[in-house]
């Protein structure tokens, strides 16, 4: 092969795994929290998942295959970590928690199911619901504050956001057909 | 068996939705890590593939160490030999043939000592016999073997007795503590590791950093003024920010300019209303890591200019294609930073680009804005090889950027490059007055750098300033957009130039002052009125932040003091009631870009006494990130900030961060804590 060849070659093959890191790295990361990681251990751990799949001469053969491929490694590299750190794995059950992802996440890292969230957001809570949803999650406010601003009891508040999500949640899946 | 705390499978499809809502309500989304992947997996591929050829190399190296080795120890051996006593040539020689003397002794020994044998026998097994005997005979009664024995020990050293240390300045060999010398010692360490190490100044490896001593405070009985050129830069902060999230590793502190790292930062100041080029901000409040001290801040807004008012531009991009740009963070990056930025021109504009390396050469004319697909063709044809020769490619950078000026336009050549000018006649000295002689015909000169391992900082900060431009460090594309469509403005048009501060305090109010960082811009107060003394440039829609230390009066200073004058009176502080309460008086010089006489703003400031905790949130961003960069750079002046503190101090203070700078800014110092934790 021509050195001319095999340079356009290596350049091929640099793109083809830069498009598969692209597509993928978002839905590794949140795969990782979802497996109990905090953000920077979830950072690092992407990297390193990565690093491994791309060093083993990986070949991209379907977006489905590709995700749940990264998704191994990715749990192997978590559990090593956590080896490593001497710490036994979070409460999550890491076959559990694989079921449901591969099941309601999708290959898309979550990417459709944050979309169907938007939309659920709009007509599957009503607007106590979603205010007390976006001061939870946008404000950082505690239960105490938002039973003050919605005139709560405190339990009153957990069962509200419990029905804000279980409403999502049913709107979502349906949405998605999962 | 599943352990006893195991979410079920319907807690994990809450756990799922409240993740997902964290992402859309709380923004909580994932950081986009790809570019530090695809660079971390070159790296690998390319570290891997330099061990791979050190092997290689090294066993042919091998091949000839050894065969040198066996041609210098027969030499050696024949011209021993040569010189050697007689008995140990004939020790080593083995022993001496029948017709020596020394044979005859012993064949007469070996007869006298068996006369019986040899009786009972017979002559022929006997003389067989005295052979055998003769052969297995032990040295030690033998004299001639004695007397070769002790030879020998002459020579050797007894390996019973312990040696005797040689005297000091003649050790040879190595102790056996340390490891063995490999060929591939000669490698640079940073090649196996795949880490660079800081480089010293011209012609030594690594990354190149100008030494950047801390201001100190200075008493305003001795040193009332305090005049500085305005510096927008901001590659300080990506550089920082590179060497921090993907090198996992504090910066060497001088790599840290506190001001670029403030000034990374936009912060919401209202850009002027008048005719003025930019607006000023002054704020007073406490200072966090010295809470004796107030804390001054000084912000510049620049005159935005919306799409459609930018004036046409005339761009060179001189691009460094030489081998040290082959790498994916630098050439590949800066194709990539270009093309976004030829995406924003249009058909007022023009673009040529001149590349260098072995030569120089000219691989777009000017060509229109427009034209974005010729462009970006040009641009993707671009292979980096050969050596640097950057002196001849600014030479026909501005030539080009001359025949093609635009009259009341922006003249600007955009210079890429990992610093690495490292042949051909250029000097930093030719250099710098090459551009500095061009910004004064209006051509003027930014700065992108790109990479690491022979990043020359220090002189692409020193060019930019002399060429009336700017210096960004490109660490990715998310910062290419930073630089080159998001702040294009600021980048390219030039609103205001040779911009100076100058602060005069007041005696009755302020003790002494510190300005936190621009120590390479510092100004002699003659300079702030001299318009013949360069300065820095505004860019449109660019903010400038400047903060001082102040120390109150009735506080201690922690400055060298000076004896008393002999021969002058002291300076009193003005008795004037009317200024009695002002802190200090704040005044700007500034030109229009085309203009060669300066104008002057000044304000008087009076101190309110806010309290830190009521500052503007932006005050209060721009101070931890302050407090953050004198912890990077190891300040005897930072008093009692943590990185703890700065977190908390920044995580109340993002503001709005539309961009998600400052959530990476506060991820930069949890990063800087671990690390300097380990």
């Known amino acids: ?178 | 068996m599943s352990p006893p705390n195991e979410p079920k499978h319907d807690e994990l499809r809450d756990r799922l939705m409240d993740q997902a809502l964290g992402e859309v309500l709380g923004r909580e989304a994932p950081p986009d890590l790809s570019d530090k992947i695809l660079a971390a997996a070159q790296r690998e591929s390319f570290t891997s593939r330099q061990r791979k050829e050190r092997v290689m190399n090294g066993s042919k190296r091998r091949y000839w160490v050894w065969g040198l080795c066996a041609v210098a120890a027969c030499l050696l051996v024949g011209i021993g030999f040569a010189m050697m006593n007689p008995d140990v040539r004939q020790l080593a020689l083995g022993p001496p043939e029948a017709d020596e003397p020394a044979e005859a002794e012993r064949e007469f020994a070996k007869t006298a000592a068996l006369p019986q044998m040899a009786a009972r026998m017979g002559a022929e097994n006997a003389e067989k016999t005295a052979e055998s005997e003769a052969s297995q005979k032990s040295p030690a009664v033998d004299p001639f073997y004695l007397h070769k024995s002790t030879q020998l020990a002459n020579i050797r050293a007894p390996s019973a007795e312990p040696s005797a240390p040689p005297p000091p300045g003649q050790v040879f060999g190595r102790p056996l503590s340390e490891k063995p010398k490999s060929v591939g010692d000669s490698i640079r360490a940073e090649e196996y590791w795949g880490t660079t190490p800081e480089g010293e100044g011209p012609g030594k490896g690594g990354d190149q950093y100008g030494h950047l001593p801390e201001n100190p405070f200075c008493t305003v009985k001795d040193h009332p003024l305090s005049t500085f050129s305005i510096d927008v830069d901001t590659a300080s902060y990506a550089n920082v920010r590179r060497f921090l999230l993907s090198e996992g590793r504090l910066p060497p502190p001088d790599a840290v300019r506190i001001e670029e790292l403030v000034n990374y930062f936009d912060y919401g100041y209202e850009g002027p209303e008048d005719d003025v080029p930019f607006a000023s901000h002054i704020e007073i409040t406490g200072c966090p890591w010295k809470p004796q001290h107030r804390l001054v801040r000084v912000g510049l807004k620049g005159r935005e200019i919306q799409g459609e008012q930018r004036p046409a531009s005339n761009l060179v991009f001189l691009l460094d294609v030489s081998g040290s740009m082959r790498s994916p963070d630098k050439l590949p990056l800066l194709k990539a930073g270009m093309k976004l930025l030829a995406e924003q021109l249009d058909e007022d504009d023009r673009v040529a680009i001149v590349v260098y390396a072995q030569a120089e050469g000219l691989v777009l004319p000017s060509t229109p804005g427009s034209e974005h697909a010729e462009i970006i063709a040009a641009l993707e044809n671009l292979q980096a090889g050969g050596s640097t020769n950057g002196g001849a490619g600014i030479e026909l950078a501005y030539k080009i950027a001359q025949e093609n000026f635009i009259e009341g336009g922006v003249n600007r050549v955009l210079l890429c490059t990992d610093g690495d000018f490292n042949v051909g006649t250029t000097s930093q000295g030719d250099l710098v007055r090459t551009v500095e002689e061009k910004a004064r015909s209006g051509v003027f000169l930014s700065v992108l750098g790109f990479g690491r391992g022979n990043l020359n900082d220090a002189m692409m900060e020193t060019v930019s300033n002399k060429g009336n431009g700017n210096y960004s460090y490109i660490d990715g594309v998310t910062e290419a957009r930073k630089v080159l469509v998001e702040q294009m403005g600021g980048t390219l048009v030039t609103i205001a130039k040779d911009v100076k501060i100058q602060i005069e305090f007041n005696p009755a109010r302020v003790a002494a002052y510190r300005l936190i960082g621009y120590e390479n811009r510092i100004l002699a107060a003659e300079d702030f009125n001299d318009d013949k003394k360069d300065a820095g440039e505004i860019g449109a829609g660019h903010t400038v932040t400047a903060l001082y230390e102040v120390v109150p009066v009735g506080e201690p200073v922690d400055a060298p003091s000076v004896d008393p004058l002999k021969y002058q009176a002291p300076v009193e502080p003005s008795g004037d009631p009317s200024i009695r309460d002002e802190m200090l008086t704040l005044k700007l010089r500034y030109k229009e870009p085309d203009a060669d006489e300066s104008r002057l703003l000044e304000f008087p400031v009076v101190d309110p006494g806010t309290d830190f905790g009521r500052a503007s949130t932006d005050l209060q961003f721009a101070a931890s990130v302050a407090s953050f960069g004198m912890m990077l750079r190891n300040s005897q002046h930072s008093g009692d900030a943590t990185y703890d503190a700065v977190l908390e101090i920044a995580a109340s203070a993002t503001g709005p961060d539309v961009h998600g700078y400052r959530a990476e800014f506060l991820e930069m110092v949890r990063r800087a804590k671990a690390l300097a934790s380990q």
């Open chain 1, 1 to 178: 092969m021509h050195s001319k060849d095999m340079t356009a070659a290596t350049a091929d093959r640099q793109a083809e795994l830069a498009a598969v890191v692209r597509a993928h790295q978002a839905g590794v990361w949140r795969y990782l929290r979802f497996l109990g990681c905090d953000p920077t251990e979830a950072d690092d751990l992407v990297q390193e998942t990565f690093l491994e799949v791309l060093r083993k001469g990986f070949e991209d053969r379907s977006p489905a295959q590709t995700a749940a491929y990264l998704r191994t490694v990715a749990r192997n590299r978590l559990l090593m970590a956590r080896r490593k750190a001497s710490r036994a794995p979070r409460a999550v059950d890491l076959e559990a928690a694989e079921a449901v992802w591969a099941e309601v996440a999708g290959e898309d890292g979550l990417g459709d199911y944050l979309v169907a969230l938007g939309d659920c957001l709009e007509v599957a809570v009503n607007p106590r619901m979603r205010r007390a949803l976006e001061l939870q999650y946008r404000d950082r406010a505690g239960r105490a504050e938002i039973a003050a601003e919605l005139e709560l009891e405190v339990e009153g508040v957990k069962t509200l956001l419990r029905r804000a999500r279980s409403a999502l949640r049913d709107c979502v899946e349906r949405k998605l057909g999962r």
